[in-house]
């Protein structure tokens, strides 16, 4: 039931994802004008490309056997992905973090034992970062760019310290369907599930990429010129590969 659960909740999250590629976002334009530089975005919670771009993240790991099983998967399809890591976990499992990392995946950190930040003095915080930091430099020699927080739960106050101290390019909300998949490396269904729907969308043109690469690619959300209607059916439309419609 609970595994029956998880395929159907992944099935939807690529349904919502297809769609989302397929008609305008519904988000705000930009609203600087054109001579000013934008200020560069520290947090994302959506992320708008041109083309069928798409970073598939899983969080919550590494896990002992779910998470090589699904390493190997990916290798096999030659997908790069993201892992959000849980710092207790990169502990237990450096080899298998040091592992995603030698094989191109890019490794974020998602909290030592996954609290909600908002709850949490600055102390409990910082510890959170920088342990999980360690364990992943420990593991693996890297310095994570990105930090997803757990629930999503980060006040503004909080980014603006931690992005100053820690250094993050990146910190991802992560709240809505969009560009970048959220699944996690924990739960077997999501594995079991995870042959169809990388082979779903590798059908439908989509090409996989890690975080930072599709941010590097971001571009504004297309600005609404008509009520185009939200429905146009798109299940059995792959993505034009090579440029989609600007408006
Ligand atoms: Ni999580």
Same mark, same amino acid.
């Given at each position: 039931?609970?595994?029956?659960?998880?395929?159907?909740?992944?099935?939807?999250?690529?349904?919502?994802?297809?769609?989302?590629?397929?008609?305008?976002?519904?988000?705000?334009?930009?609203?600087?004008?054109?001579?000013?530089?934008?200020?560069?975005?520290?947090?994302?919670?959506?992320?708008?490309?041109?083309?069928?771009?798409? %970073?598939?993240?899983?969080?919550? #790991?590494?896990?002992?056997? &779910?998470?090589?099983?699904?390493?190997?998967?990916?290798? @096999? $399809? *030659?997908?790069?992905?993201?892992?959000?890591?849980?710092?207790?976990?990169?502990?237990?499992?450096?080899?298998?973090?040091?592992?995603?990392?030698?094989?191109?995946?890019?490794?974020?950190?998602?909290?030592?034992?996954?609290?909600?930040?908002?709850?949490?003095?600055?102390?409990?915080?910082?510890?959170?970062?920088?342990?999980?930091?360690? %364990?992943?430099?420990?593991?693996? #020699?890297?310095?994570?760019? &990105?930090?997803?927080?757990?629930?999503?739960?980060?006040? @503004? $106050? *909080?980014?603006?310290?931690?992005?100053?101290?820690?250094?993050?390019?990146?910190?991802?909300?992560?709240?809505?369907?969009?560009?970048?998949?959220?699944?996690?490396?924990?739960?077997?269904?999501?594995?079991?599930?995870?042959?169809?729907?990388?082979?779903?969308?590798?059908?439908?043109?989509?090409?996989?990429?890690?975080?930072?690469?599709?941010?590097?690619?971001?571009?504004?959300?297309?600005?609404?010129?008509?009520?185009?209607?939200?429905?146009?059916?798109?299940?059995?439309?792959?993505?034009?590969?090579?440029?989609?419609?600007?408006?």
């Amino acid at each position: 039931m609970f595994r029956q659960f998880l395929i159907f909740s992944l099935a939807l999250t690529a349904s919502h994802l297809i769609q989302a590629q397929a008609t305008p976002a519904s988000t705000v334009g930009p609203k600087a004008k054109p001579d000013e530089a934008p200020e560069p975005r520290i947090t994302f919670n959506f992320v708008h490309v041109d083309g069928p771009y798409i %970073a598939m993240t899983f969080d919550d #790991g590494p896990a002992a056997t &779910l998470t090589p099983k699904l390493l190997d998967l990916l290798a @096999a $399809r *030659q997908i790069k992905a993201t892992f959000f890591v849980i710092g207790q976990n990169v502990t237990e499992y450096p080899e298998i973090v040091a592992r995603a990392a030698r094989e191109g995946h890019e490794i974020g950190n998602h909290s030592w034992s996954h609290p909600y930040f908002a709850r949490l003095s600055d102390d409990a915080v910082r510890s959170q970062l920088k342990r999980t930091d360690e %364990a992943i430099m420990n593991a693996a #020699g890297i310095h994570p760019k &990105l930090l997803r927080p757990p629930y999503g739960s980060i006040t @503004a $106050r *909080q980014k603006r310290w931690i992005h100053d101290e820690f250094g993050y390019d990146r910190i991802l909300k992560n709240t809505r369907p969009g560009s970048i998949v959220l699944s996690h490396d924990i739960h077997p269904g999501t594995i079991e599930a995870m042959p169809a729907t990388l082979a779903q969308l590798q059908d439908k043109g989509f090409k996989f990429v890690t975080v930072s690469e599709l941010i590097a690619m971001a571009t504004p959300p297309p600005p609404k010129i008509s009520p185009t209607p939200a429905a146009t059916p798109t299940g059995s439309t792959p993505p034009v590969p090579t440029t989609a419609p600007r408006d």
